[in-house]
């Protein structure tokens, strides 16, 4: 009788490992901070799923409506007041928030997503709005 073995490298075990994007945050919320900013908190998410830490992290602005489609993604990265890809460092599944400055008097619409070390993006968050009313 023959034997049938599986061999399993050690790159097939990355591979599968990497597969796994962040997870899409759904906790985002905002709330009112010291006039023009106001405060983004969220539940991080990880390198794979909510699992590590991720990479990075962005946080994209609209003042023209809501953020929900790869186009609005893309086109809200030229609003001054979304963030780039920037470092993270917050562990996946722990609580974080950004204070989000020089809003606009208008409704103001929030995400963030999360990027792994290879570069796999997780999906767009949940998006939040406030109206923001600054006095002069």
């Keep these: 009788m023959i034997g049938i073995g599986v ?3 050690s790159l097939q075990v990355l591979q599968q490992k990497v ?28 390198h794979s799923g909510f699992t590590g830490t991720a990479a990075q992290f962005a946080m ?6 809501p953020i929900l489609t790869e186009s609005d993604w893309n086109t809200a990265a030229s609003s001054p007041h979304s963030i780039p890809w920037e470092a993270n460092s917050v562990a996946g599944g722990s609580s974080t928030d950004l204070i989000a400055n020089g809003v606009e008097v208008s409704y103001n619409y929030y995400v963030v997503r999360y990027k792994n070390s290879i570069g796999n993006m997780g999906p767009i968050s949940n998006c939040v709005s406030i109206w923001l009313d600054i006095a002069p």
Aim: with cysteine; hydrophobic share 40%.
């Design 7 to 9: 061999e399993i490298t």
């Design 60 to 65: 994209r602005h609209s003042s023209s409506g």
């Design 19 to 46: 597969l796994v994007a962040p997870a899409k945050v759904t906790t985002l919320s905002v709330v009112p901070d010291e006039s023009p900013t106001c405060k983004l908190l969220w539940v991080a998410a990880g």
